[in-house]
């Protein structure tokens, strides 16, 4: 499963390169040569810090909105955004329909957690609205 993350970075341009930072994330910074490699590794750097955090079971937390970033002089900030493939966890379930509908559908060959997954996962957006 893919989860979408958006979060600050700060993108201090100095004189020997360009230095970007995620205020959230401590661990998160690197550096640059222009404006495009700059952008590029935010995303990476992103990407690798999130997964490194789930993968140890690490606190997320919320982005801070980009107007309450504080920025010194030749600093700007930017929204980066990426997806990260986050494992499922899986809980079974045992259904009980009637045996002609089995048949027939084993006979076409459906995949009963696909079809539960989907349908319980309409209720849930109805629930939304």
């Known amino acids: 499963m893919e989860k979408n993350y958006c979060y600050p970075v700060v993108i201090e341009y100095a004189e020997d390169g360009i230095n970007l930072f995620f205020p959230d994330l401590s661990e998160a910074f690197s550096c640059a040569d222009s404006t495009e490699e700059a952008l590029k ?13 789930i993968k140890d079971k690490e606190y997320i937390p919320e982005p801070t909105d980009l107007k ?15 997806s990260v493939r986050t494992k499922i966890k899986y809980d079974k379930k045992t259904l ?34």
Do not use: C, M, W
């Not at 590794?41 to 955090?53: C, D, H, M, Y």
């Not at 459906?110 to 349908?119: G, K």
């Open 41 to 53: 590794n935010a995303k990476e750097v992103l990407i690798l810090t999130l997964n490194g955090r």
């Open 68 to 82: 309450n970033i504080l920025l010194a002089e030749k600093q700007y900030s930017s929204l980066v955004e990426v």
């Open 96 to 129: 009980t329909i009637p045996h002609e509908i089995n048949v027939q559908a084993e006979k076409a060959g459906i995949n009963f957690s696909r079809v539960l997954h989907q349908a319980v996962l309409e209720e849930l957006e109805k629930d939304v609205v």
